[in-house]
């Protein structure tokens, strides 16, 4: 099955930088989009960035000029950069991906795990 691993979080001060990496496995015949979701503590899960197998983004409002997402085609791998963090960045970020197996036709959407970000003012 599809596994998604995302790479240590961590905290960081304001104004700091964070890159996130994130790698998909497991029998993918493909996957057309990758992508970065947030969960704070009691709020939604929302979508930070994603990226089409075209190379076609797109942002939160929030989070526009200072992060980045990008993907490794080839390794199955989506990255985010982090840029100017503010303390509202602190969350649990997921990862996200919409792949076909060779097993299912068919795109199914999956999930990483979630890793911890702490933004310190």
């Known amino acids: 099955q599809v596994q998604l691993v995302e790479s240590r979080g961590g905290l960081v001060q304001a104004g700091g930088s964070l890159r996130l990496s994130c790698a998909a496995s497991g029998g993918i015949f493909s996957i057309n989009a990758m992508g970065w979701y947030r969960q704070a503590p009691g709020k939604q899960r929302e979508l930070v960035a994603a990226?089409?197998?075209?190379?076609?983004?797109n942002y939160a409002d929030s989070v526009k000029g200072r992060f980045t997402i990008s993907r490794d085609n080839a390794k199955n791998t989506v990255y985010l950069q982090m840029n100017s963090l503010k303390p509202e960045d602190t969350a649990v970020y997921y990862c996200?991906?919409?792949?076909?197996?060779?097993?299912?036709?068919?795109?199914?959407?999956?999930w990483g795990q979630g890793t911890q970000v702490t933004v310190s003012s």
């Open positions: 996200n991906a919409r792949a076909a197996t060779y097993s299912v036709s068919g795109y199914s959407t999956y």
């Open positions: 990226i089409t197998s075209g190379g076609t983004t």
